[in-house]
């Protein structure tokens, strides 16, 4: 079955109803979310935001069946306009490539639900089924790639898990004069403390980054990194391990106590370029991001 349409470039979510004791759709979904309060999840129902998996709205009241699925909008009240500007470098039938700016989401998480680059991207060119092949993080910014043809996704896909596409990074961090470059970081990346964060742990290598320096000024130097795997903040990790840790990272090495009223834009890591050869007509591809990071 077709999911719903997006509502203001959000696409909806898909739930399926687990064992529990409740008699309405409602009461579980309250259940299962605790942390969305009943009378939002009223609203939603009162404005056709929560649907079965054949696209009919469903009333306040309807029961409760196990194992159905639902489809709901997800929604943050009075969610803020955030000023940073994407520019679109690229597009054609299968592929849309983004330089994503600072403090930008790529996908809703958190407050942000129809502030993100794929909800802009919906609402600019519409229901055609965008979906980004990589992730950044929200304070990094570069170049994200979106694949905008179902029936060719799978073979971009492809390129990264396959890593067949050359991703180049680019970060201002403290000088490291004691080492000598270029050189290879690779170690095990592991979930840590708290959840969000990642640390390196004992064990086979998991994580592989190549690096070396492009600039070097008294007290920052430019770093080109190329992370060959694609761990979960990986050049962050790998970089304050050598001892040099991203300017304006709050997460590493340690957590800072300021990090939600850090700004977004304090990160100086940029997805500089990615290059493949095209999986439908074998052309060597690039893309460079048009934005620089502060020396």
């Not at 529990?20 to 309060?37: D, H, M, N, Q």
């Not at 000023?83 to 998480?109: N, Q, R, S, W, Y």
């Not at 001892?243 to 700004?263: E, K, S």
């Amino acid at each position: 079955m077709p999911s719903p349409r997006p509502i203001d470039g959000v696409s909806a979510s898909r739930f399926q109803l687990p064992p529990g004791p409740w008699a309405t759709v409602l009461e579980a979904l309250c259940a299962c979310f605790p942390r969305v309060e009943r009378d939002v999840w009223a609203s939603r129902f009162a404005r056709g935001r929560v649907s079965d998996a054949a696209g009919a709205v469903l009333r306040v009241d309807a029961p409760y069946r196990l194992g159905a699925e639902i489809h709901y909008y997800r929604e943050v009240v009075d969610e803020p306009r955030l000023a940073a500007e994407e520019t679109i470098l690229h597009v054609d039938a299968d592929l849309i490539v983004v330089d994503k700016p600072h403090g930008l989401p790529v996908v809703p998480g958190g407050g942000h639900v129809a502030e993100t680059l794929l909800a802009r991207l919906v609402r600019r060119f519409g229901d055609i089924g965008i979906v980004p092949l990589h992730r950044l993080d929200r304070p990094t910014a570069g170049l994200v790639l979106f694949s905008a043809n179902p029936t060719t996704r799978a073979r971009y896909q492809a390129l990264f898990r396959e890593r067949a596409i050359d991703k180049r990074y680019e970060a201002i961090a403290p000088p490291l004069p004691a080492l000598a470059f270029p050189l290879e970081r690779h170690t095990r990346v592991v979930r840590g403390e708290p959840f969000f964060r990642m640390r390196e742990g004992d064990g086979e290598p998991n994580a592989l980054t190549r690096i070396d320096v492009t600039e070097r000024r008294a007290d920052a130097w430019r770093y080109a990194l190329e992370p060959v795997t694609g761990r979960k903040h990986q050049l962050r990790v790998h970089m304050a391990a050598l001892g040099a840790p991203i300017l304006g990272d709050p997460l590493y090495p340690v957590l800072r106590a300021d990090t939600d009223d850090a700004p977004e834009y304090s990160l100086q890591l940029l997805a500089r370029s990615l290059a493949f050869v095209d999986p439908l007509d074998g052309r060597h591809r690039r893309f460079e991001s048009e934005l620089s990071l502060r020396m």
